[in-house]
């Protein structure tokens, strides 16, 4: 999974500026040049809580290459913006996710209430060479059609969702802090999550660069239970 931050319009001041404009009106934008640290303890108050609309008045534009799985689980977030490659476009590269020998393979539990574990050795041998058997003959069959003169949106109907995609994905800090609430398990969060291990490496990386274009919000997301304002 990568993520590379494309563009950003975001910064800690954004959040002060947007927030006084409810008392200071054009007097707020004053605050746009201010030193954001001075205002730390009303960033947090803003956080803590959760007066939430202050913290939408910035932008990230992120460049994800992920499995499309992946995506279709980004895709439940919807005040993000979306652009993502097209297979009725262009030829798809073979370019396919294989669980690694880190990933835990083995669901216990019932759902809702179910951790997952390593497996065996036998186990990770079995689903890295069913995987890789099925992305090889998927791609084969793909390309076979493609030759046969088939056009691309009906030929890529053979390929599997773990075949790599690429979008941009936009959103403003609040809508981020939501979705990392969501798609990272922490133990030290307000309302622990347990999201797929492959989308939580795309937001780990997201969250990255948050805690570097935010600092202070980012600190008050964390002391305040990771909980979106």
Not at 132 to 151: F, H, M, N, V
Not at 161 to 173: Q, R
Not at 196 to 204: G, K, L, N, P, S
């Amino acid at each position: 999974m990568t993520v590379e931050l494309v563009k950003a319009s975001a910064s800690d001041s954004d959040v002060l500026w947007a927030a006084r404009v409810s008392t200071k009106g054009e007097q707020s934008l004053e605050d746009a040049g201010a030193d954001p640290a001075r205002s730390a303890g009303f960033i947090n108050f803003l956080m803590r809580d959760r007066h939430g609309s202050p913290f939408e008045h910035s932008t990230m534009t992120f460049l994800v290459s992920a499995p499309i799985f992946v995506f279709r689980e980004f895709m439940r977030h919807r005040v993000w913006s979306y652009n993502e490659e097209s297979g009725r476009y262009r030829k798809l590269e073979p370019v396919f996710y294989v669980p690694g020998p880190d990933r835990n393979l083995v669901q216990e539990g019932k759902p809702g209430r179910y951790v997952f574990v390593p497996g065996t050795a036998e186990q990770h041998k079995i689903a890295d060479e069913a995987v890789r058997q099925s992305c090889r003959d998927s791609y084969a069959t793909y390309l076979e059609l493609l030759e046969a003169g088939i056009a691309r949106e009906v030929a890529r109907t053979v390929l599997p969702v773990g075949i790599y995609s690429s979008m941009y994905a936009t959103c403003n800090a609040r809508a981020l802090m939501h979705f990392l609430s969501l798609r990272t398990k922490r133990e030290d969060s307000t309302f622990p999550s347990f999201p797929q291990r492959e989308i939580e490496m795309v937001a780990e990386q997201m969250e990255a660069h948050f805690a570097e274009l935010m600092p202070l919000t980012y600190a008050s997301w964390q002391a305040n239970g990771r909980v979106a304002p």
